[in-house]
C-alpha cells in the first residue's frame, strides 16, 4: 500500500516570490506521482506527473517538481508566484501494476498575496 | 472535448434521508471513479469501475452506499441512508484505463450537507 505526507496544511507567499510545496511518499513498490491543483469549488487538475526518466518534471503554469527516490519526496516548485495561483495542491501517489488507485496526501493550501 | 460533467452541484439534505449523484464520464473513457473529499482532506476513494464492473470497493461503506455503472457510461452514487459524516464533495473521475499511469480528469464535484 501507499501512502502520501503533505507536511504543510498552508502556505502563505507574497506574489512573485518562490514557493516549495513538499510532498513525502511511502510504498514497498515503484510508483507513479502526480501533482493535481484544485481551485475553489472546482474539481482538480493534473498539474504534473512523474512515471520515468528525468526527475525533474515540468508542469502547466509554470509549475515543476523533482523526483528524489533515496529521500521518497516530490516536492513541487514555482520560482515566481501569481495570485491566480491560489489555491489546494494534492499530491498523490499510485502503484506500477494492475488496477492501482490514486492515493491522496490532505492537501496544501497556497496563499498568495499582493 | 467535453469534461466530466456531475450534478447537482450541491445538495442539502437530513440525516437518515436518502440522496443519488450522478455522473458522466468523458467519453470513451473506460474507467470511472468516484472519491468522497471531507473538507480539510485528500480525496479517498470509494469505488473505481472498469467498463460496467467494479474494480475496488474496498472503502466503500456498502451497508449504506451503492454505485451503478449501466452499459458502461454513465455512473450512479447513492447513500441511504445518510449520516451526518457523509457531509463531503463527492468527486467523479474518468481515464482513459485503470493503469497507474493515466491522468484521471475530475468533475466539479457534489457539495452533499447532512442536517
Known amino acids: 500500500a501507499q501512502s502520501v505526507t503533505q507536511l504543510d496544511s498552508q502556505v502563505p507567499v507574497f506574489e512573485e516570490a518562490p514557493v516549495e510545496l513538499r510532498c513525502n511518499y511511502s510504498?514497498?513498490?515503484?510508483?507513479?506521482l502526480f501533482w493535481y491543483v484544485q481551485y475553489p469549488n472546482q474539481g482538480l487538475q493534473l498539474l504534473l506527473k512523474y512515471l520515468s526518466g528525468s526527475t525533474l518534471v515540468k508542469g502547466i503554469n509554470g509549475f515543476e517538481a523533482e523526483f528524489n527516490k533515496s529521500q521518497t519526496s516530490f516536492h513541487l516548485r514555482k520560482p515566481s508566484v501569481h495570485i491566480s495561483d491560489t489555491a489546494e495542491y494534492f499530491c498523490a501517489v499510485s502503484g506500477f501494476t494492475g488496477f492501482q488507485k490514486l492515493v491522496f496526501g490532505t492537501g496544501t493550501r497556497l496563499l498568495v498575496s499582493p | 472535448e467535453a469534461g466530466v460533467a456531475q450534478s447537482p452541484r450541491y445538495k442539502i439534505i437530513e440525516k437518515r434521508q436518502s440522496v443519488a449523484f450522478w455522473c458522466n464520464p468523458i467519453?470513451?473513457?473506460?474507467?470511472l471513479y468516484w472519491y468522497q473529499q471531507i473538507l480539510g482532506q485528500g480525496p479517498k476513494l470509494l469505488i473505481q469501475?472498469?467498463?460496467?464492473?467494479?474494480?475496488?470497493d474496498s472503502q466503500l461503506p456498502k451497508d449504506r452506499f451503492s454505485a451503478e455503472r449501466l452499459k458502461g457510461v454513465d455512473s450512479t452514487l447513492k447513500i441511504q441512508p445518510a449520516k451526518l459524516e457523509d457531509s463531503a464533495v463527492y468527486l467523479c473521475?474518468?481515464?482513459?484505463?485503470?493503469?497507474?499511469?493515466?491522468?484521471?480528469?475530475f468533475g466539479p464535484g457534489t457539495r452533499l450537507t447532512v442536517l
Open positions: 473521475a474518468s481515464s482513459l484505463e485503470a493503469s497507474g499511469y493515466n491522468e484521471q480528469f
Open positions: 467519453s470513451g473513457h473506460a474507467t
Open positions: 469501475f472498469q467498463n460496467n464492473g467494479v474494480v475496488d
Open positions: 510504498s514497498s513498490v515503484s510508483v507513479y
